[in-house]
């Protein structure tokens, strides 16, 4: 494991943090979007201190690519410590009814306390927060069902935060994915990166992907073996996959093209469902 601390937090994201802050205090719903194959490395602890006593519901975004019975022991676990939590796959799922009726559920209590004031139909304000590529403009434009905002497989592309009506009664908060400063955890730094909600150019990639392989080899081997033509798993896995994959010379097996495209593999999520954390062991 690299022993050299990553860091990677621009300018715009200490804005984007200060700006939330602020925000926090206008809205009544925190919605906290984390990768479902990294539940915990995607949390930014710098959200959780925002929080407080605000509602929180944690979105376990993009599960389509994620372990199905892992994300379901994920939301198993956020149960069990008492915080709302659900899986989502925006491709498939009603993510506008599934939202709406969750805010809705979340804050009846508002809700039913401004009805007894005599207001109808109060104004639900929900900020949607999160770290960089976790899928927040994506979540609000299928819930919205058109393109309101841009979204890209690549960290910080929303700079801004921006409201739009989900409903005559929701008004939803995009806000720009921050990262916190210093990533002591360099595993959870690994997933990240792996996840694509840390720029791969600050780090080095070599040890991520050993660690991506090795991670592979221990808990999902058959995807490994059927990506890659491998009959068995024993031996030097890159010269294998670098061999059967044709990045060969008349020096041997070109490691540095093998390297770049098992990272490019892995980042994109190319062997399969799968899961970088399970849920932890209480």
């Known amino acids: ?54 509602p929180h519901l944690i979105i376990l975004s993009k599960a389509d690519l994620a372990d199905d019975k892992i994300s379901q022991k994920w939301i198993t676990y956020f149960s069990s410590l008492g915080k709302e939590a659900l899986a989502l796959d925006v491709n498939k799922d009603d993510v506008r009814k599934i939202l709406s009726d969750k805010i809705r559920a979340m804050l009846k209590a508002k809700i039913e306390k401004a009805k007894e004031r005599g207001i109808r139909n109060k104004t639900l304000r929900v900020m949607i927060a999160g770290i960089p590529n976790v899928g927040k403009s994506t979540l609000i434009n299928r819930a919205l069902k058109r393109k309101a905002l841009k979204a890209e497989n690549r960290p910080g592309v929303t700079r801004s935060l921006l409201w739009v009506k989900l409903s005559d009664d929701i008004e939803l908060l995009d806000t720009p994915g921050v990262l916190w400063p210093r990533f002591d955890d360099q595993e959870a730094a690994y997933h990240l990166v792996l996840i694509g909600s840390l720029n791969p150019q600050i780090i080095d990639k070599e040890p991520i992907i050993a660690y991506g392989l090795d991670y592979y080899y221990k808990h999902y081997p058959e995807l490994l073996k059927k990506r890659y033509d491998l009959d068995d798993l024993k031996g030097d896995l890159l010269l294998k996959i670098g061999q059967n994959k044709g990045f060969v010379s008349s020096e041997g097996v070109k490691k540095k093209q093998v390297r770049e495209y098992l990272f490019n593999e892995f980042k994109d999520n190319l062997l399969g469902k799968m899961s970088w954390e399970d849920e932890p062991h209480k």
């Open 1 to 54: 494991m690299n022993n050299n601390p990553i860091q990677w937090y621009p300018g715009h994201m200490e804005k984007a943090r200060r700006q939330m802050a602020d925000s926090l205090s206008h809205v009544d719903l925190l919605i906290e979007l984390r990768d479902a194959r990294a539940p915990l490395s995607s949390a930014n602890p710098l959200i959780m201190q925002m929080v407080n006593q605000k």
